[in-house]
């Protein structure tokens, strides 16, 4: 009689016959596909599909999402300045440290996710665009931002809220907990030199109330889940009168720049575009799993 036939499937493996089901780890398509020794990773820089053909009760995903930066809009006041814009809002879910406090990998089923990349925010008619937010798994990144600026009836009040605030000059700043920072505050109201915008990894920092300072783009947050180091999400600089320019937070983030056009945020980091009419950086997904 055969040996499987006497000893059955479960015993064949005991037996060192072979493996009876299926791979032990994830199988998956979609995005931008490398490795990095034993793990499988997925870089989403454009809407896609994750689709997964094979998941092991025991196997999880980590992931980073990061939305589209906040635009800036005009720095062309004589005696006036604007802020810088605010960094993507930052969701990971693994391991790594630093980390916002999101929580561990996730769990994935046999099924298709959709993974939608927020845009970084322009500007209109001289006024910055809050970032487009960024999802996957059922979890939304919060776009950047704005930079706070003059042109506008409303510019005392201009909502800047997003995943990392966008730097005021008027307005009111916001970040959302767990995936940014706030923006800088604007100088007093006879200069309203620009705040710089939030960062992942820390908030811009303040105009000041008087003379020819500026605000900064505050810090963004390094991972490795793409197989090196890579810092991103960092907030915009911010202008202040006088030909004062803040420098854009580490990780993407714009320079501002003195009556002209910002240096934008850095695609697919979700960096904070700089002062100056200027646009936010775009989002990323990045998807990482052990395949062998």
């Known amino acids: 009689m055969p040996l499987l036939s006497t000893f059955g499937a479960a015993s064949a493996g005991a037996f060192g016959l072979g493996k009876i089901s299926g791979s032990p780890f994830i199988v998956a398509t979609g995005g931008t596909i490398t490795t990095d020794g034993n793990y499988k990773i997925h870089t989403f820089t454009s809407d896609g599909s994750f689709v997964v053909t094979n998941k092991p009760a025991s196997a999880t995903v980590e992931v980073l999402l990061i939305a589209g930066g906040g635009g800036t809009g005009f720095t062309t006041l004589a005696n006036g300045g604007a802020g810088g814009g605010g960094a993507g809002g930052l969701l990971y879910y693994g391991s790594e440290t630093p980390k916002t406090p999101n929580g561990s990998a996730i769990s994935v089923d046999k099924l298709s996710y959709s993974i939608v990349i927020g845009a970084g925010g322009g500007n209109s008619g001289g006024i910055g665009l809050k970032g487009e937010d960024s999802t996957a798994f059922g979890f939304t990144a919060v776009g950047g931002g704005p930079g706070g600026s003059y042109p506008g009836t409303n510019w005392p009040n201009m909502d800047l809220s997003g995943g990392s605030g966008g730097g005021r000059y008027g307005g009111i700043t916001s970040s959302v907990s767990g995936q940014g920072n706030d923006g800088g505050a604007s100088g007093?109201?006879?200069?309203?030199?620009?705040?710089?915008?939030?960062?992942?990894?820390?908030?811009?920092?303040?105009?000041?109330?008087?003379?020819?300072?500026?605000?900064?783009?505050?810090?963004?947050?390094?991972?490795?889940?793409?197989?090196?180091?890579?810092?991103?999400?960092?907030?915009?600089?911010?202008?202040?009168?006088?030909?004062?320019?803040?420098?854009?937070?580490?990780?993407?983030?714009?320079?501002?720049v003195d009556y002209g056009t910002g240096v934008s945020g850095s695609p697919n980091t979700g960096g904070g575009a700089g002062a100056g009419n200027a646009s936010g950086g775009s989002g990323v997904c990045i998807i990482r799993y052990q395949f062998q």
């Open 188 to 256: 007093s109201s006879t200069y309203f030199q620009g705040g710089g915008g939030g960062g992942a990894g820390a908030p811009g920092t303040d105009g000041a109330s008087s003379g020819t300072y500026q605000g900064h783009g505050g810090a963004g947050l390094a991972y490795s889940i793409s197989g090196s180091s890579v810092t991103r999400a960092g907030g915009g600089g911010g202008y202040g009168r006088g030909s004062s320019v803040g420098n854009g937070g580490i990780g993407g983030g714009g320079n501002a």
